[in-house]
């Protein structure tokens, strides 16, 4: 079974920086695509960013193209968000997905594990 744990959410000024963490275990975390999704509070779950097994593709909602970046790191299992220019509107429970196929994708019924999230608020 794999898990997925999240971290590095917080508290941050509008035009801050957080750094997000994903940790999985108990699968074969370099053949997964891996993705983030956010929810805010009344809004349905949305894509935020994915990137394919190895790395070298990645996939930004428009929300947050130029501003968020995401990577991975196979041989620590884990996967990264790097958000910058922080908006009130990022405010939101952060969560990370993998899906047992090498590339990522938009959609969330393609992923099969989830975390449990993280917040991370924004204030103006």
């Known amino acids: 079974q794999v898990q997925l744990v999240e971290s590095g959410g917080g508290l941050v000024q509008a035009g801050g920086s957080l750094r997000l963490s994903c940790a999985a275990s108990g699968g074969a975390f370099n053949t997964y695509g891996m993705a983030w999704f956010r929810q805010a509070p009344g809004k349905e779950r949305e894509f935020v960013a994915a990137v394919s097994w190895s790395g070298g593709s990645t996939y930004y909602a428009d929300s947050v193209k130029g501003r968020f970046t995401i990577s991975r790191d196979n041989a620590k299992n884990t996967v990264y968000l790097q958000m910058n220019s922080l908006k009130p509107e990022d405010t939101a429970v952060y969560y990370c997905?993998?899906?047992?196929?090498?590339?990522?994708?938009?959609?969330?019924?393609?992923?099969?594990?989830w975390g449990q999230g993280t917040q991370v608020t924004v204030s103006s």
């Open positions: 997905a993998a899906r047992t196929y090498y590339s990522g994708s938009y959609a969330t019924n393609e992923y099969n594990y």
